[in-house]
């Protein structure tokens, strides 16, 4: 059973920067797609980051200020956020996406104050 498990949220004046973790655990044979989605209150899910077939792509909203990156011998995947501002506060998740289906994590709340 695929588990991912989301850290490093939390509350940060703007400007500031997390670190958000995503910590995985069981076997995915084939994936297609690793990233991180967002959604903040009244507002639908989008793409922040994500990495496919080697290129890594960013919402114009964070480009420049989100890094993606992995460490595959621990199965955890980053997002480092600088610069943070106040409409980035949202719940952000991270996502494996493989042929089959979407893995999901639970969530992590970042909050961001002016």
């Known amino acids: 059973q695929v588990q991912l498990v989301e850290s490093g949220g939390g509350l940060v004046q703007a400007g500031g920067s997390l670190r958000l973790s995503c910590a995985a655990s069981g076997s995915i044979f084939i994936i297609n797609r690793m990233g991180w989605y967002r959604q903040a209150p009244g507002k639908q899910r989008e793409l922040v980051a994500a990495v496919s077939s080697g290129s890594t792509n960013y919402a114009d909203s964070v480009k420049g200020r989100f890094t993606l990156s992995r460490d595959n011998a621990k199965n955890t995947m980053f997002l480092q956020m600088n610069s943070l501002k106040p409409e980035d506060t949202a719940i952000y998740y991270c996502?494996?996406?493989?042929?089959?289906?979407?893995?999901w994590g639970q969530g992590t709340q970042v909050t961001v104050s002016s």
């Open positions: 996502n494996i996406g493989s042929p089959y289906r979407d893995y």
